[in-house]
């Protein structure tokens, strides 16, 4: 069983955002809803400054605080590390929201099938991955696309990266690509002082 | 195939045929080969349709060019397929009053009553005098077999006439890279760079060519340690990302390429003399007038052999080493050579000299030239499938940023010169050419020609690069007085409001706007918008209804590119085509835009025959028998693409093989790639340019120009070499204290992209698009602060805007994204951003005639508003 993880390389992001449309449309969600965010920070003063481009989701972490918080057993952990939200069971209470140091939960608060990319004027129809996907009032996030990555495909925001800063694979291998990168180029968690063991890495700061 | 650190992929790539199959055996759907249309690169894409319906777009993992990459624009592109503003059928105007935001009280109409009412004025135009037709066509796919139905009319108004992309466009980028290595575009050689210096421009980190092509190429160099300089007033996404980031005052990147070429000729002497003397122009004599010395006989240009202490033709067989420098007597005048030329003329250009105008210090100056001369490797050979190439890895590329100013042209032949200098074009890590041949549709890579002259002559298919000149004039855009004018569209809607002030006999009176928008392209509404109520017909094909088609008389409905049919290639080293397919059928009564230009040139008649649109399509895509479009047959496009890939297939594949396969796109060889000039020299002397100009000037005396019409037409920037010419923004208005530029952004194409919900909402979650970008020290000093609304004020606009502060832009300068600021009944565009455009001048002061641009920086100053206005929304 493999146990999937992800590295972000700061040196090739660019912030172009395909990651964030490629997960939007391909998880259907609503307008204000970001399952992938990147923030840009300027660091430095005129004329010395640059600009860092941070891609963030999910962290999918070992010790995952909001499946500990969860009180109904809706978050939980698949056996090859992909932390899932099971909405049949989310009773909506949001206490892994607050429990996420990341940021990387979100209350759905109104029906999202039948409200499309014009806010309901003419909705696109609803992608069969993603129709009755989510429900209201249940506390969602990223899956990894676990259903791509069921079929052999890599997360949506991964295949699309033009600078392929995203880089998807198997932690458990040592010759996986993100494994490799892990170890040559100093791959860091965000936050470790947070102790969540997350599966996602950042290279190149 | 790909190289260096960075060869790690994914486990899997995004749809491999597998996972497709494997799709399909779920009952997801059907997955449709495309290429993206919402900007010009023309990405492979796969569209998934259930149920008859578009529902998820994702990138064509068999895509050579892009590897199923694909960027925000193209993953959001399903938002044009399903947007409620659609226009659903074609519409008549029934309010005869025109004007920003008037109700035009469009009816609808049928296709017939409609393509009848548009086919009639035709028919009159055309008999009458076919240039009262300005047809406006710029279809980003397409824009050059559209512009083949203007010239089948027989307008000299057409491809950007009235919108112009003078203003959008790096159109010195085409102009003098065509005339200096046949390159319609130019492309860094990244397997083999090591050194990048761009200046305004975001090749590989936004706009410009093949941006997801060119993203994970740049981000593999940075990878293997190239090194990435950025010369641009703002920090741009490329500058916040590069090794280093020279903040440059608007418009002066010409002034620190002189300055560069400077330290390359006077200080450093590090260029690359060998390749001078045998492959450019330098070594060739110029006399006096600066015009080539040439041989009594033969008519050839002269070169000084030093070995034999004469002068000889530059091919003949006896030629000796040329010369360089020095002064010499030939033909019994003194002459030097072209390089001597460029060494006198730019004396004066130091570093220093540069630093006072475009703020870049001396030292750095100094150093970077030094850098880029060393990186260049000048000697250097690597071997490609067993021949030798020169090996020049350093790159100048430049583009928007430094290009559409004044003094534009000026800058890119500098950029040019410093090329030329190293031997760095058309060789292995410097910039390679996609030529303007027949490849573009599907065709062979063709070599570049050579003159009788030895120097480069460039395939320029569907494009002109030279107008002749005619008294009266016959180009509203004043082409006949800018005879290497690329395109001054902008300029149109000026002249033809007084057409005799500039010569004219004629007054344009209809108006085709195919995929344009005059009002975010252009500058100054006012004149806009006086000119589109001046004229009796003005038709817009379109998607939606814009700030344009409120002067609209008809508008019809145009399908989007999910619709739509096209076969293109539009990268620089592959041959073959892509595939656009209409994934679904047409939604609503919406037709192709080519079909609409069909109809009408039938209904019009000027369909068939050896003067109709099918023979200008025959020309355009290269068709010949036995596959080309026969002159007396009406075909739909889909029809003609047909025609053109069995042409260019030599017979073996048609469009549904495209539609099927969706590309077959492969590298071309390395002798197809590089050195396409083969023996052909290089111009360090731009002769043509010079000669260009003479002739227009003793045209514009013979004709009295300037006397009868009070027209000072600017022919001093014709010169054989750079040289320093301000931008008018540079002396005018102190009241104004901010030079203002605009800039693009990966997820804008043009105004194109702010209907699209998707892109806006992240559009205005960036720190900076939607702002009105100032220096933090500056605002401190002002007192503004960020967030405050404030009136954009110059003397042609006032336009309400929101400061964002950053560290990363020039002290006296604005930063405003193009593509927002739309003034448009659609709700999810109107009202957001900032139009900067509207502060630009239409006029011949701020025109650079040479080249053919717009000057896009303009000077206003920020006025905090106060009220009401101050409230955000």
């Not at chain 2, 920003?100 to 548009?118: I, K, N, Y």
Request: aromatic letters at 8%.
């Amino acid at each position: 069983m493999a146990r999937w993880g992800m590295v972000f390389s700061l040196a090739r992001c660019i912030g172009c955002n395909a990651c964030v449309v490629a997960c939007k449309t391909e998880n259907r969600l609503p307008d204000d809803i970001y399952f992938t965010r990147t923030f840009v920070e300027e660091v430095g003063t005129f004329p010395e400054v640059r600009r860092v481009y941070i891609p963030t989701l999910c962290n999918h972490c070992e010790d995952a605080p909001c499946e500990k918080a969860c009180p109904s057993g809706a978050t939980y952990t698949r056996d090859d590390g992909i932390v899932m939200v099971d909405q049949d069971r989310c009773i909506g209470c949001s206490a892994c929201a607050v429990a996420c140091p990341y940021d990387a939960r979100s209350m759905i608060e109104e029906p999202n099938d039948n409200r499309g990319l014009f806010g309901g004027a003419e909705a696109p129809p609803a992608e069969p991955d993603a129709v009755d996907r989510w429900r209201a009032g249940t506390v969602v996030k990223c899956d990894f696309c676990s259903r791509r990555v069921d079929r052999g495909l890599s997360p949506a925001c991964v295949a699309v990266c033009p600078t392929e800063a995203r880089i998807f694979g198997d932690l458990d291998d040592p010759e996986s690509a993100p494994s490799r990168l892990v170890r040559t180029r100093n791959g860091a968690p965000p936050l470790p002082e947070k102790n969540t063991k997350p599966k996602v890495f950042y290279i190149d700061y | 195939m790909r190289q260096g650190v960075w060869t790690e992929r994914p486990p899997e790539d995004s749809m491999s045929d597998a996972a497709i199959a494997d799709q399909r055996e779920t009952g997801n759907g059907r997955w449709v080969r495309s290429h993206c249309q919402q900007c010009f690169n023309a990405c492979g894409i796969r569209v998934e349709v259930v149920d008859g319906n578009p529902v998820r777009i994702r990138g064509d993992a068999d895509d050579p060019n892009t590897h199923g990459h694909l960027c925000a624009r193209g993953l959001a592109g399903l938002a044009k397929f399903y947007d409620p503003q659609r226009v659903k059928t074609p519409l008549i105007r029934t309010n005869p009053e025109k004007g920003r935001r008037v109700d035009p009280g469009f009816r609808e109409a049928t296709w017939d009553e409609a393509l009848d009412l548009v086919a009639a004025k035709l028919r009159t135009i055309r008999a009458d005098n076919p240039n009262k037709l300005i047809a406006s066509l710029w279809p980003y796919e397409k824009y050059v077999q559209s512009s083949a139905w203007g010239s089948a009319f027989g307008t000299a108004n057409t491809g950007f006439s009235f919108s112009g992309v003078s203003n959008q466009c790096a159109n010195p980028n085409h102009f003098v890279g065509m005339i200096t290595h046949g390159a319609l575009v130019e492309f860094p050689d990244l397997t083999h760079c090591r050194y990048l210096i761009l200046l305004g421009s975001e090749y590989g980190f936004g706009a410009n060519q093949s941006f997801v092509r060119a993203a994970r190429e740049l981000a593999d160099a940075r990878d293997r340690g190239l090194k990435l300089v950025v010369v641009d007033p703002r920090l741009s996404v490329a500058a916040g990302k590069a090794d280093e980031w020279l903040p440059i005052k608007p418009a002066t990147d010409l002034a620190f390429l002189l300055g560069f070429i400077h330290v390359l000729v006077h200080e450093d002497r590090s260029y690359d003399a060998a390749w001078l003397r045998t492959g450019t122009n330098a070594p060739y004599l110029l006399g006096p007038d600066r015009n080539f010395v040439t041989d009594p006989d033969s008519g050839k240009p002269l070169i000084f052999d030093e070995t034999a202490g004469i002068a000889r033709p530059y091919d003949d067989p006896a030629l000796g080493r040329p010369a360089l420098e020095g002064t010499y007597t030939a033909n019994g005048v003194e002459c030097i050579p072209a390089f001597q030329h460029l060494v006198n003329e730019t004396a004066g250009n130091t570093p220093e000299w540069a630093e006072s105008i475009c703020d870049i210090p001396a030292g750095t100056i100094r150093r970077l030239a030094k850098e880029f001369a060393e990186a260049s490797s000048v000697g250097a050979t690597v071997a490609i499938d067993g021949v030798d190439y020169p090996l020049r890895p350093a790159c100048l590329l430049s583009y928007r940023g430094l290009q559409a100013h004044t003094n534009g042209t000026l800058a890119m032949m500098a950029q040019e010169t410093v090329m030329v200098l190293m031997g760095a074009l058309g060789v292995p890590g410097g910039l390679v050419a996609k030529s303007m041949d027949a490849r573009r549709f599907g065709g062979r890579p063709q070599l570049m020609t050579k003159g009788p002259d030895g120097i480069v002559r460039p395939h320029a298919t569907g494009w002109h690069l030279y107008t002749e000149f005619s008294y009266p004039p016959k180009s509203l855009e004043l082409r006949d007085y800018g005879p290497l004018a690329l395109d001054m569209g902008h300029l149109v809607p000026l002249t033809m409001l007084e057409p005799e002030k500039y010569g004219f006999d004629y007054s344009p009176e209809m108006l085709l706007i195919y995929h344009s928008n005059p009002f975010t392209n252009a500058g100054h509404h006012e004149v806009v918008a006086r000119a589109l109520k001046k004229l009796d017909l003005v038709v817009s094909i379109n998607i939606y209804l814009d700030e344009s088609t409120d002067y609209a008389d008809v508008v019809l409905p145009e399908s989007t590119y999910l619709e739509r049919f096209n076969l293109i290639n539009w990268t620089y080293d592959m041959q073959g085509l892509q595939v656009g397919q209409p994934v679904v059928e047409p939604r609503y009564d919406t037709r192709d835009g080519m079909d609409i230009l069909i109809e009408l040139a039938d209904r019009a008649g000027f369909l068939f025959g050896e003067g109709g649109f099918n023979a200008a399509l025959n020309r355009t895509l290269g068709l010949s028998p036995p596959h080309a479009l026969a002159l007396d047959r009406k075909y739909s496009y889909a029809e003609v693409l047909d025609v053109q890939a069995r042409c260019h297939s030599r017979g073996e594949r048609d469009l549904a093989w495209y539609c099927e396969h969706g590309n077959d796109l492969r590298p071309v060889a390395p002798d197809e790639k590089y050195r396409m000039y083969r023996d052909a020299r290089l111009p360090l002397y731009f002769n043509s340019i010079k000669a260009a100009g003479d002739e227009l000037r003793r045209n514009l005396e013979t004709y009295k120009i300037a006397e009868r019409h009070g027209l000072e037409i600017d022919t001093s920037p014709y010169q054989g070499v750079p040289f320093w010419q301000p931008s008018p923004v540079h002396g005018e208005d102190g009241d104004y204290d901010f030079y203002v530029i605009s800039y693009k952004s990966y997820m804008t194409t043009y105004g194109d992209t702010a209907t699209n919900p998707l892109l806006m909402s992240l559009s205005e979650r960036d720190p900076y698009l939607m702002k009105v970008v100032i220096n933090a020290h500056t605002a401190r000093k002002k007192g503004l602060r960020d967030g405050d609304v404030v009136w954009v004020e110059s003397r042609y606009a006032r336009e309400r805007g929101v400061v964002g502060l950053t560290e990363g832009i020039h002290p006296e300068t604005a930063a405003i994204s193009g593509g927002f600021g739309r003034f448009t009944r659609h709700p999810v565009a109107d009202g957001k951003g900032t139009l900067q455009n509207a502060h630009l001048p239409i006029d011949l002061a701020h025109t650079g005639m040479l080249g053919g641009t717009m000057e896009t920086v303009a000077r206003v100053r920020l006025v905090r508003a106060r009220g009401k206005d101050a409230r955000t929304h």
